[in-house]
């Protein structure tokens, strides 16, 4: 089993909707989740990280959290075609006191105008 | 720098050859680390460095790959015998010191992708 599994899409969702992208872990120690952004042929950029359950909100993104479920989402909302992107999820585990980071394979979202 | 550098950004080479990829990571960044990035996978841990030791070198696939950072800022991830299965993306990111408990933000270069020939 993949340590970090999201759905590799692509998720395509019409301009100024609601795009909600998933993500589940396996190591129930797991303590820090970030959400990358990746353009086509550009390095990854972080745009969220959230440490504790519930919901982190910033502009039009909001992460959610659930240790319980093992599962870390990414809402996207009012869409814009600007955010066609692959967005990766990574965790890195408490066990880890490198900093080191264990990504997803990414999910590829389409906004269409 | 102001930003995490690599180079070269593009490099082909044959079978069999010696590859070099250089990261300049962000000044005053102690941590560094390499990721290895295929077509549409998500970046795939190589190593870590705090400083010039290599803390955590569990990503390396083999010991044909190998990577150092002499001085505590710029690192060389060395590739010996290349075969055609190395060809992808290699990312580099650098990071204040890690903390245990809490966020790590790494900030990405954009990659020096090998091609294999």
């Known amino acids: 089993q993949k340590e970090v599994e999201q759905n590799s899409g692509p998720l395509s969702v019409p301009e100024g909707a609601i795009a909600s992208l998933n993500c589940t872990y396996s190591?129930?120690?797991?303590?820090?989740f970030f959400w990358y952004r990746q353009y086509s042929g550009k390095s990854p950029e972080l745009i969220m990280s959230?440490?504790?359950?519930g919901d982190k909100e910033d502009g039009r993104f909001t992460a959610q959290l659930n240790k319980a479920s093992q599962y870390v989402s990414l809402l996207i909302r009012d869409s814009q075609p600007s955010d066609s992107a692959t967005y990766l999820c990574?965790?890195?585990?408490?066990?880890?006191?490198?900093?080191?980071?264990?990504f997803g394979q990414g999910t590829t979202l389409q906004v269409k105008p | 720098g102001a930003g995490v550098s690599q180079t070269p950004s593009n490099k082909v080479t044959e079978k069999g050859k010696y590859v070099e990829l250089r990261c300049d990571p962000i000044?005053?960044?102690?941590?560094l680390y390499w990721y290895r990035q295929s077509l549409g996978q998500g970046p795939e841990f190589l190593i870590y460095?705090?400083?010039?030791?290599?803390?955590?070198d569990s990503g390396l696939p083999n010991d044909r790959f190998f990577a150092v950072r002499p001085e505590g800022s710029v690192s060389t991830l060395k590739i010996q015998r290349t075969e055609r299965g190395d060809s992808a993306v290699y990312l580099c990111?650098?990071?204040?010191?890690?903390?245990?408990?809490?966020?790590?933000?790494?900030?990405f270069g954009a990659g020096s992708r090998l091609t294999v020939l």
């Open positions: 990111a650098s990071s204040p010191i890690p903390r245990n408990a809490g966020a790590n933000v790494l900030t």
């Open positions: 190591d129930r120690v797991s303590q820090s």
């Open positions: 959230i440490y504790s359950n």
């Open positions: 990574a965790v890195k585990e408490l066990a880890s006191n490198t900093g080191k980071l264990i």
């Open positions: 000044s005053g960044h102690t941590a």
């Open positions: 460095f705090q400083g010039t030791g290599a803390a955590d």
